[in-house]
């Protein structure tokens, strides 16, 4: 979700034409045919995730690493002096690569003391008409419609000395965006691309986007390797350690990752597959915050803790610096264990609370009916940000898990819940989710790198929130006017093509029922095109 900073409908097509000019003659598909379109103003993106270090994933593009092909090259399988193994961890047993595939244009050297690398993915989305007898301010629109968005990092990273025990990262990575999502990013709690975020008033400049330190301090002499990448340079890493990270960052590069459904530039691209629909995390309106956390690491399990700035409003892009009053608190639990012998398997139970200036949505309603809040605002609806109180508490919890099958066959699981008695604040409106699904290797096909998912998610609101709608109530992402309240379900697909080096392609499907949470309209169908460069 970075981009490049302002970019005329011109230019992106051009943009588009040189990523297709990097490849051999002979090797665009027909999906490399990008259209580009949208709103010529721009949208800043919520953050780029850093590419997941699954290595059976092999986004691997974005770590600049040339990969080895072999199966299996990494299981969770105890080592023979009883260390485990962390996602990334090379199996010293697995058989030797048999050929080597080039996913970045520039690989990077195996133990370097600094890292440049980038990223630019464009997606181009369109919508068909759809069913709708009314709509309102926040609506997902039932015309037909076509968006496309573009955003680019910069990640630099210096490591400050060789020692493996107690190495220090400086992270500073920049970031710039532009483009619009379909409806303004309005009318969907699973909201369908997740490069956009709904405010379309940042402007298209560059922007600091991460800046911090990460310090590991080694708590053994044993050592377990890792995927060099933008987040940790080290190759070799202490198996049991404590990390500690400070600085502004995004939440989702450090808790709830999963490596079949996080990664929105190679993987799925909605909000609620990708990340935990109802994990509200710290963020601005961008996906960034400050704050600090710490983690421990052991043979075959992780827990780790943060504390975090929260915005001032719902969705906004200012923090309110009085951690006294607005902080969200984070913690993770990972145990690294596979049902299945000799398969990776990893399973986390998330727990957040966040203390922010929010509103509650019974009192919103109770005041709008008994005509106080018409007497007092003239307000012609329930308006929550008229009952905000300053270090008001909401709290939820997550599960995910991830199994690996076969070496091509993965799945992968969510469960979200929050109290939902307090406004969606940071992230999206969804008080409850559940979501499943999976991904396969192309190796069948002679086409190793390549990846075809699906997934089904399923939203939810409690019965305050729904109330709230039904009344006209506006939250920052819905609000028809009127709700026949249904769970949204949303089901996506798609395929991503290893065209050449770092050039990945893709094409998404998205069927979204009930969109909105409103019985009354949709479904809706969602195309993307995307292209994708890792340098």
Avoid: C
């Avoid at 995927?227 to 590069?253: N, Y």
């Amino acid at each position: 979700m970075p981009g490049i900073a302002r970019i005329n409908t011109r230019r992106r097509i051009g943009a588009l034409a040189l990523l297709l000019g990097m490849m051999p003659a002979g090797m665009a598909p027909a999906q490399a045919q990008v259209r580009a379109g949208g709103s010529p103003d721009a949208l800043p993106s919520a953050p780029a995730a850093i590419p997941s270090r699954d290595p059976s994933l092999l986004p691997e593009a974005a770590y600049g690493k040339t990969w080895q092909i072999a199966a299996p090259r990494y299981e969770w399988a105890a080592m023979q002096d009883g260390e485990g193994f962390r996602s990334g961890d090379a199996n010293p047993a697995a058989s030797e690569p048999v050929s080597p595939v080039v996913v970045s244009m520039a690989p990077h050297g195996e133990d370097s003391r600094w890292w440049i690398s980038g990223q630019a993915n464009i997606i181009f989305q369109g919508r068909l008409p759809f069913h709708s007898p009314y709509q309102g301010t926040n609506s997902f629109r039932n015309s037909a419609e076509y968006k496309t968005s573009m955003v680019g990092t910069l990640y630099t990273e210096l490591r400050r000395n060789g020692s493996i025990r107690y190495n220090t990262d400086m992270i500073f990575d920049l970031e710039a965006a532009e483009g619009r999502g379909l409806s303004e990013a309005l009318g969907l709690a699973g909201f369908t691309n997740l490069d956009v975020v709904r405010n379309p008033y940042l402007g298209k400049a560059p922007y600091v986007a991460r800046y911090g330190f990460h310090q590991v301090i080694g708590l053994t002499n044993s050592t377990t390797s890792q995927e060099p990448g933008p987040m940790a340079l080290a190759p070799t890493v202490p198996v049991r350690r404590i990390e500690i990270r400070a600085g502004k960052m995004t939440l989702p590069d450090f808790f709830d990752i999963n490596t079949v459904g996080s990664d929105s530039h190679l993987q799925f691209m909605n909000w609620t597959v990708d990340n935990n629909g109802a994990w509200d995390y710290a963020a601005d309106t961008r996906g960034y915050t400050v704050g600090g956390m710490a983690e421990y690491d052991d043979r075959i399990w992780s827990i780790r803790f943060g504390i975090f700035a929260m915005p001032t409003v719902a969705n906004g892009i200012t923090m309110d610096w009085a951690f006294s009053r607005a902080h969200g608190n984070n913690t993770e639990f990972e145990l690294r264990h596979s049902f299945i012998p000799k398969r990776k398997g990893v399973t986390r139970l998330l727990f957040y609370d966040n203390r922010a200036h929010m509103g509650t949505y019974r009192e919103a309603v109770e005041d709008f009916l008994n005509g106080s809040d018409t007497a007092k605002y003239g307000v012609t609806v329930p308006t929550i940000t008229l009952h905000e109180h300053f270090n008001a508490l909401k709290y939820g919890m997550g599960y995910n898990t991830e199994q690996e099958f076969t070496d091509n066959l993965r799945a992968f699981g969510r469960f979200g819940w929050n109290e939902g008695q307090h406004e969606s604040f940071a992230y999206t409106e969804v008080d409850q989710t559940v979501l499943f699904g999976g991904d396969y290797a192309g190796t069948r096909w002679h086409r190793p790198v390549d990846k075809l998912g699906i997934a089904f998610v399923s939203d939810a609101i409690k019965r305050d929130h729904q109330n709230y709608l039904k009344l006209g109530g506006l939250g920052f992402l819905l609000g028809d006017g009127r709700l026949n309240y249904g769970r949204e379900n949303i089901v996506e697909g798609y395929y991503t093509w290893h065209a050449w080096r770092g050039v990945f392609y893709a094409l998404d499907v998205q069927h979204i029922d009930n969109p909105g949470y409103n019985r009354d309209r949709g479904p809706a169908w969602v195309g993307s095109v995307r292209a994708h460069v890792d340098f």
